[in-house]
Nanobody, 124 residues
Framework: QVQLQESGPGLVKPSQTLSLTCTVSGDSITNDYYYWTWIRQPPGKGLEWMGAIAGSGSIYYSPSLRSRTSISRDTSKNQFTLHLSAVSPEDTAVYYC????????????????WGKGTLVTVSS
């Protein structure tokens, strides 16, 4: 029974870097049956797949965000981390970490397990 929990600041200033950590319990992030994934949902909009790290350590990014996105992990803490640089108000969203078997995510059921999400507001 896996649990995922997002953590990090809820407010980030424009041009700064948004950093979030996903802490996982009940499974290892080195489990290569799954992609350990970051997804966001801006207010009033749909889910946006951002990127993922596989249990093997391979990393995948959305083409639209690749230039600003970095995903890493700390296996000793069973955590994986999102860094989104040069943020603007358009990056305001609820950010989720999730576990699932696919890199194609458009609906909630595409992932098997989700964190509760954390709202990050980009504002000066």
């Amino acid at each position: 029974q896996v649990q995922l929990q997002e953590s990090g600041p809820g407010l980030v200033k424009p041009s700064q870097t948004l950093s979030l950590t996903c802490t996982v319990s009940g499974d290892s992030i080195t489990n290569d049956y799954y992609y350990w994934t970051w997804i966001r949902q801006p207010p009033g909009k749909g889910l946006e797949w951002m990127g993922a790290i596989a249990g093997s350590g391979s990393i995948y990014y959305s083409p639209s965000l690749r230039s600003r996105t970095s995903i890493s992990r700390d296996t000793s803490k069973n955590q994986f981390t999102l860094h989104l640089s040069a943020v603007s108000p358009e990056d305001t969203a609820v950010y989720y970490c999730a576990r699932g078997p696919t890199l194609v995510v458009t609906t909630w059921t595409d992932m098997d397990d989700w964190g509760k999400g954390t709202l990050v507001t980009v504002s000066s």
